[in-house]
């Protein structure tokens, strides 16, 4: 097989759709018209790599422009999604090619971070990718949402395509005043879109929107943001009122999200994961841009060993303080120091610990800067939206 890297193109568009479909399964003719205006856009900026064998598409990769929040604090993050491998071209490196390649895009197009929910696990571990965090989807009983009383008056409207700008500007202030860690933004064209669907009910307060849909007998929550106790108790018990129609609500939720605190009665917890996986594609811009705790001073040495991206590779002098984070190239390596896998730093980034990273054999050497790399690297990163 003799097989071409490039850019895909709106001339590609039908068998961008083909090769999506033998991928994911059928779409319905409703679904292609609302894929083709999401998709459209993207084809015409540089952001769809192909593989292609001759005229066939063999496999491609989108790459999302989105935003991310560390520790409150948005940093540009590549959403990497509909990456496929034709049927018959699977098991023959395509794939780790492609995605060799998605990997460099992602940096030339300016974005220090990437996320991806993979479908399979192992190709995007060896590239740097590592698990980091998940997309919680809880089923409350309507009733207990009902039993939510508001503790005083708020505003709140419906909303629509006009309302993407402030539904932007909530989520800005929602997370950085959480200091929240993994949630995502779409551009301000994408929002539209998602706020033109028909069957979606959409309200929005001063510091939260609830956007949901009937599913059946039941209640779907893709989102109900919420930045005060007030705003919270007002959108859920909205959600709530529907208990004598809707027996069960499934929400998107943070893992701490604060309606596990507003019911009245929880006897236990059911709640469902998707899994997804992490990337630093650019080292020092990405630790720039992330928030720290503003408490936990670090200064450290440590050693980053990333194949696919070399400028991320070395030693580097970590330094946190007052929130913020910094690193240095640390020049000839003083002694023994951390070493970290690709994966690894992109995991610890993520909040995930020291101890599990030794113990999966992805962080040797020294020990002494573990418990203050914990500290000021600490997350519960979550998604409230796939892609």
């Known amino acids: 097989m003799t097989v071409e890297l490039r850019d895909l193109t709106v001339d590609d568009f039908d068998a961008v759709l083909d090769n999506r479909k033998r991928a994911f399964g059928p779409v319905s003719d409703g679904e292609v018209d609302a894929w083709r205006r999401h998709v459209i856009p993207v084809l015409a900026g540089g952001r769809y790599l192909g593989v292609v064998d001759g005229s066939r598409l063999v496999a491609m990769s989108k790459i999302n422009d989105l935003t991310q929040w560390w520790h409150g604090r948005p940093i540009s993050m590549a959403g990497i999604?509909?990456?496929?491998?034709?049927?018959?071209?699977?098991?023959?490196?395509?794939?780790?090619?492609?995605?060799?390649?998605?990997?460099?895009?992602?940096?030339?197009?300016?974005?220090?971070?990437?996320?991806?929910?993979?479908?399979?696990?192992?190709?995007?571990?060896?590239?740097?990718?590592?698990?980091?965090?998940?997309?919680?989807?809880?089923?409350?009983?309507?009733?207990?949402?009902?039993?939510?009383?508001p503790t005083e008056q708020v505003k709140v409207r419906r909303m629509g395509p006009d309302d993407a700008p402030e539904v932007i500007a909530v989520l800005n202030r929602v997370h950085a005043a959480t200091r929240a860690s993994g949630p995502i933004c779409w551009d301000e064209r994408i929002w539209r879109l998602w706020l033109e669907r028909k069957d979606d009910f959409l309200y929005l307060a001063d510091d939260g929107f609830l956007i949901y849909r009937w599913d059946g007998g039941d209640i779907e929550v893709g989102n109900l943001v919420a930045g005060s106790e007030a705003t919270a108790r007002a959108l859920w018990s909205l959600v709530g009122s529907s208990s004598s129609v809707a027996a069960s609500v499934h929400a998107v939720v943070a893992p701490d999200d604060p309606v596990f605190w507003l019911i009245g009665d929880r006897p236990r917890d059911e709640v469902g994961q998707t899994r997804w996986m992490f990337r630093v594609i650019d080292l020092a811009a990405a630790v720039g841009r992330r928030g720290f705790p503003a408490g936990v001073t670090l200064d450290a040495v440590i050693q980053v060993d990333d194949p696919q991206r070399p400028a991320n590779s070395g030693p580097w002098r970590l330094s946190v303080a007052d929130g913020?984070?910094?690193?240095?190239?640390?020049?000839?390596?003083?002694?023994?120091?951390?070493?970290?896998?690709?994966?690894?730093?992109?995991?610890?980034?993520?909040?995930?610990?020291?101890?599990?990273?030794?113990?999966?054999?992805?962080?040797?050497?020294?020990?002494?800067?573990?418990?203050?790399?914990?500290?000021?690297?600490?997350?519960?990163?979550?998604?409230?939206?796939?892609?």
């Open 324 to 387: 913020s984070g910094t690193v240095e190239p640390a020049g000839s390596q003083p002694g023994a120091v951390p070493v970290f896998t690709a994966g690894a730093f992109s995991a610890l980034f993520a909040g995930v610990p020291t101890a599990t990273l030794r113990r999966s054999g992805t962080l040797t050497g020294p020990t002494d800067a573990d418990e203050v790399l914990d500290a000021a690297f600490h997350a519960r990163p979550h998604m409230l939206d796939h892609f």
């Open 81 to 149: 999604g509909s990456v496929t491998v034709a049927p018959e071209d699977r098991g023959r490196g395509v794939g780790r090619t492609l995605m060799r390649a998605t990997i460099d895009r992602c940096a030339d197009l300016g974005h220090p971070i990437s996320a991806l929910y993979p479908a399979t696990t192992r190709i995007y571990r060896s590239l740097g990718w590592e698990h980091a965090g998940a997309m919680h989807r809880a089923t409350l009983p309507t009733e207990a949402l009902r039993t939510i009383r």
